[in-house]
T-cell receptor, first 113, second 112 residues
Framework: QQQVKQSPQSLIVQKGGISIINCAYE??????FPWYQQFPGKGPALLIA?????SEKKEGRFTISFNKSAKQFSLHIMDSQPGDSATYFC????????????FGQGTILTVHP | DTEVTQTPKHLVMGMTNKKSLKCEQH?????MYWYKQKAKKPPELMFV???????INESVPSRFSPECPNSSLLNLHLHALQPEDSALYLC???????????FGDGTRLSIL
């Protein structure tokens, strides 16, 4: 029940296209859903995050869509750029457990020029 | 640049060595975390400190020993590690509870 399932494992998009990564969770007690971007040799960097009482959040080219009833959320990257090529992790936080993060398995995004 | 600083960036050690990893944050966060990350996998939680007290130990072997000397510092003491312990060790901090965690760039550890 603590799992977060992420798909696809890898994604190839042309420059200017839309990248979409999906996640699903089981535990309705999760109360915060961040996305992290990780480049090789670096730590995960917080990209954007959403709470379950919000259906959509947009920051620049990045948008999270959240469907509480379906227990699903997704990351959309508009106008994808080669510099967006990285590994993306969705995650869920259980606030009552010292902020314990449960990560999805990750998506390797490659944006071709 | 990240606001969580980890040293060293790289560490190579033998199985009989004792070494320490260090983590520092000056964001006033009261929760600090150690993670282990293997290639092409998500980070795995090892320890959580909340207000300088060990709050979660995810059944980590005793050859890993965490320490939180103050609210800004977190150490991970290593002793008698095994080759399978080679990984990227990440430190993170947060305000705690349902607040996002901010990660350092990690220490790449190789056990010979």
């Amino acid at each position: 029940q603590q799992q977060v399932k992420q798909s696809p494992q890898s994604l190839i998009v042309q420059k200017g296209g839309i990248s979409i990564i999906n996640c699903a969770y089981e535990n309705t007690a999760f109360d915060y859903f961040p996305w992290y971007q990780q480049f090789p040799g670096k730590g995960p960097a917080l990209l954007i995050a959403i709470r379950p009482d919000v259906s959509e959040k947009k920051e620049g080219r990045f948008t999270i869509s959240f469907n509480k009833s379906a227990k699903q959320f997704s990351l959309h990257i508009m106008d994808s750029q080669p510099g967006d090529s990285a590994t993306y992790f969705c995650a869920a936080i259980l606030g009552t457990s010292y902020g314990k993060l449960t990560f999805g398995q990750g998506t390797i995004l490659t944006v071709h020029p | 640049d990240t606001e969580v600083t980890q040293t060293p960036k790289h560490l190579v050690m033998g199985m009989t060595n004792k070494k320490s990893l260090k983590c520092e944050q000056h964001m006033g966060h009261r929760a600090m975390y150690w993670y282990k990350q293997k290639a092409k996998k998500p980070p795995e939680l090892m320890f959580v400190y909340s207000y300088e007290k060990l709050s979660i130990n995810e059944s980590v072997p005793s050859r890993f020993s965490p320490e939180c000397p103050n609210s800004s510092l977190l150490n991970l003491h290593l002793h008698a590690l095994q080759p399978e312990d080679s990984a990227l060790y990440l430190c993170a901090s947060s305000r705690g509870g349902d607040q996002p965690q901010h990660f350092g760039d990690g220490t790449r550890l190789s056990i010979l």
